[in-house]
């Protein structure tokens, strides 16, 4: 089959198939009556001329942040609303659009103290309100529904397309992120996943497909979901695509080139295509082979992220640049929404065209929800107003709009022409729908979120974990106890971290060392240093996390402990390192003869010093715990509590952690 034959070559009466160049000039054409129609479509808010003076005294004015790739469509309909003088229950509506990076708002969004200066907000993915309100402190936000959707997927030059085998041969998840980062012919690349929804949504299916395929459950059953990843590829029917063709349905798909149809799906054994003089990329530093007692899903994923952060650019917008980047930078495939391919081959000359693999095993996709922001402190007018301009957004004419800018309605299919101008073929299964199984919990993109900051920022954390009696219970329907889930946790924590970073470990309990409550065991340093000349200190700190033994007498000594930890990670503070002390507790503070909680958070206010952060990340595990007095404690130092029911979910909780914190001390150098 030819590079360019639509999808349904067959319907609609087009016969054979035509040049892209043939039908980019149809919808340039078609885009640009959409434009004249909806009056210049895409033009500034601010250049539009006044209401009338009775509609200006009385509008209702709705200030909007839009995600960039959407903005233009939003801008459209808030232009409709002027010129043609859409009211809301009578009033007339001042409708004004801001472009804005989603991160950036989801930021401005996560302290409630906060007053945000939108009554709307429209990001790519709903990723962002959760990451608003991380800590649970975030402005409150209502999703009215969802505007758009598009799919995610690999986008590659036609090189790596054709290298990969593209269109005929198709790839999970796994599949694909092997193939794209286990060769010279092909580099992946992504937009950090901490400023892109497409990245990090991406990663997670990554995460998730290599867990599949090695068997591994843990990515499902520690995310607080009891539901399995599929099996197979899910065979769910393929969408009706809302085309203008007479026909309602996809004809029989034509068969692929057979050197892209045939062999099991496995990244291609064939030669890599010629690549230009200097375009060759010295081999990746990154270790790909899983480190002995870590989980494979865990190590291959520390992996791929490892090479992905070698590969990054630093939002969307920028990531198609690194297809045509010079020399060992160049990426040949990336992760892209098909919105985003759609868009680059709208513009681009035939060799410039991507091609685009939807993977198997998971259906990912943006859905650009429709925020109610503050929604609380919205006035009836505000409210009703964001309500119809919603509605506006839904309208035939806003649909029209949406596909002539790439993006897929909420629901139903996706017109032909567009799947083909992204670089959609068959077999590829642009049309597979979403079903449960394909969410992501929002459990797992905050762990996968920490996986990626500890990859790409090195750490120095200090460990202080507690050894009092009570962690001598057993874990419910195990056979282990507290301490040793805890201790195999934490040594999955710290096998995800690289020689460069630096880790410690205290003990702490009632009686363990005189008149101490704690013990330093392993001094913090670098994980690949030496010991005395002898052991590295990764060997060193993982048989002292074997070696920990609960004191069965031992009380928890946490106030006490905690401010000597404190102080200490305090006075060796790194800097351009991720700081931090964690602490790992059972119970609250036991030891009559210690200081007071107030003394205590007075002492650490003390402490703290903001030009050299060391937030405290409390891990309360157990229902005896009180998790709401650690995030006090932790709160003072510009960190924050968690809890866990099973000592086995704190290498998550520590992940999520480091991803809240993290983001929160980069907000504040901001």
């Not at 919603?390 to 799947?419: K, N, Q, Y």
Request: net charge neutral; aromatic share 6%; glycine share 8%.
């Amino acid at each position: 089959m030819e590079r360019h034959t639509l999808p349904d070559s067959g319907a609609g009466g087009t016969g054979g198939a035509g040049p892209r160049s043939r039908h980019r000039r149809v919808l340039m054409a078609t885009a640009l009556v959409l434009a004249l129609a909806a009056g210049t479509g895409v033009a500034a808010y601010s250049g539009l001329p006044p209401f009338g003076r009775s509609c200006e005294e009385s509008a209702v004015r709705l200030d909007v942040a839009v995600s960039p790739d959407i903005a233009p469509v939003v801008r459209a309909a808030a232009d409709r609303v002027h010129q043609e003088k859409i009211t809301s229950d009578g009033q007339c509506m001042d409708v004004r659009v801001k472009a804005r990076e989603n991160y950036q708002v989801a930021t401005e969004l996560s302290d409630h103290r906060n007053e945000s200066e939108y009554e709307v907000w429209l990001p790519d993915s709903r990723i962002w309100a959760h990451q608003a309100d991380a800590f649970s402190r975030g402005v409150p936000l209502a999703v009215a529904g969802e505007v758009a959707v598009s799919p995610i997927g690999v986008a590659t030059d036609r090189s790596a397309g054709s290298w990969l085998g593209w269109p005929g041969k198709t790839y999970t998840w796994a599949q694909l992120a092997t193939a794209t980062t286990a060769s010279e012919s092909v580099h992946l690349g992504t937009a950090d996943p901490t400023h892109s929804a497409t990245g990090l949504l991406a990663l997670a299916g990554v995460a998730a497909s290599y867990a599949r395929e090695s068997g591994d459950r843990t990515w499902e059953e520690r995310n607080g979901t009891d539901r399995p990843l599929p099996d197979e590829p899910s065979a769910a029917p393929e969408s009706k695509e809302p085309d203008s063709s007479p026909s309602a349905k996809r004809p029989t798909e034509p068969k692929p080139k057979p050197s892209a149809a045939k062999g099991p799906k496995q990244p291609l054994p064939s030669p890599s295509p010629p690549r230009k003089e200097g375009a060759k990329r010295p081999p990746a530093k990154a270790d790909r082979t899983p480190r002995p007692g870590l989980p494979d899903a865990d190590a291959r994923i520390a992996a791929t992220a490892r090479l992905l952060a070698q590969r990054l650019a630093p939002a969307d917008s920028q990531i198609l640049r690194t297809l045509s980047a010079p020399g060992s930078s160049r990426n040949e495939a990336v992760f892209l929404s098909e919105q985003a391919a759609f868009t680059h081959n709208f513009s681009a000359g035939d060799k410039d065209d991507l091609d685009l693999f939807y993977p198997t095993d998971r259906a990912l996709r943006l859905d650009y929800p429709y925020h109610l922001v503050d929604v609380n402190d919205l006035t009836v007018d505000e409210g009703r107003a964001a309500t119809r301009f919603m509605a506006l957004l839904s309208d035939a004419t806003s649909l029209r709009d949406l596909a002539a800018h790439g993006f897929r309605p909420p629901r139903g299919g996706a017109p032909a022409v567009l799947v083909h101008t992204a670089g959609g073929r068959p077999p590829q299964p642009y049309a597979r729908q979403v079903t449960s199984a394909d969410q992501v919990s929002r459990d797992l993109l905050q762990e996968i979120l920490g996986i990626w900051t500890v990859t790409v920022r090195s750490a120095r954390l200090t460990t202080v974990v507690d050894v009092s009696g009570s962690m001598q219970s057993p874990v419910p329907g195990r056979s282990e106890t507290r301490l040793e889930a805890t201790k195999a946790s934490l040594l999955r924590v710290v096998d995800q971290f690289s020689q460069e970073d630096e880790i410690g470990l205290w003990e702490f309990a009632t009686g363990l060392n005189g008149p101490h409550d704690y013990r330093e065991l392993v001094p913090t340093a670098r994980l690949g240093a030496l010991v005395r000349g002898e052991r590295s200190q990764r060997t060193q700190l993982s048989a002292a996390f074997q070696a920990l033994k609960a004191v069965p007498d031992g009380a928890t000594g946490l106030y006490d402990s905690t401010l000597a930890a404190y102080r200490s990670a305090q006075a060796g503070h790194v800097p351009g390192k991720f700081n931090a002390l964690i602490v790992v507790t059972d119970g609250a503070n036991q030891d009559r003869f210690s200081i007071s909680r107030s003394t205590l958070l007075a002492k650490l206010k003390e402490v703290r010093d903001d030009r050299r952060p060391v937030p405290l990340i409390a891990i309360a595990v157990g229902t005896s715990a009180d998790q709401g007095e650690l995030d006090k404690i932790a709160q003072v130092t510009g960190g924050a509590g968690y809890q866990v029911s099973d000592p086995a979910d704190i290498q998550g909780a520590i992940l999520k952690a480091i991803t809240a914190v993290g983001r929160s001390l980069d907000v504040d150098r901001d």
